[in-house]
């Protein structure tokens, strides 16, 4: 199973960016879809968006559409989630997340990442 590291949350005032980071170890990266899940405070996690294997096809929560782009670097085994106009019910820990399959994946990833902490103050 592919193991998964964040990287890249942090606190950020509203209107700002940024970029997480996920690198992968432990399997054939471009064999794997990824993606990105968030849980806030108080709420059951949440699909974010999704990166098909070889980064042709995307898909986000409707909530991040035209605000948060998903990318995939498959030389570097890297997929990363730029965050622009954040907002504060951004607020939330980030889990990378990875399956062989797309449509799995937005259901129930198969492996997830430790979480990192994303703040948005307003």
């Known amino acids: 199973q592919v193991q998964l590291v964040e990287s890249g949350g942090g606190l950020v005032q509203a209107g700002g960016s940024l970029r997480l980071s996920c690198a992968a170890s432990g399997g054939i990266f471009s064999s794997y879809a990824m993606g990105w899940f968030r849980q806030a405070p108080g709420k059951e996690r949440e699909f974010v968006a999704a990166i098909s294997r070889i980064g042709v096809t995307t898909r986000y929560v409707d909530s991040v559409k035209g605000r948060f782009t998903i990318s995939r670097d498959n030389a570097k085994n890297t997929v990363y989630l730029q965050m622009n106009s954040l907002k504060p019910e951004d607020t939330a820990v980030y889990y990378c997340?990875?399956?062989?399959?797309?449509?799995?994946?937005?259901?129930?990833?198969?492996?997830w990442g430790q979480g990192t902490q994303v703040t948005v103050s307003s």
């Open positions: 997340v990875a399956d062989p399959s797309t449509s799995a994946l937005v259901a129930g990833p198969s492996s």
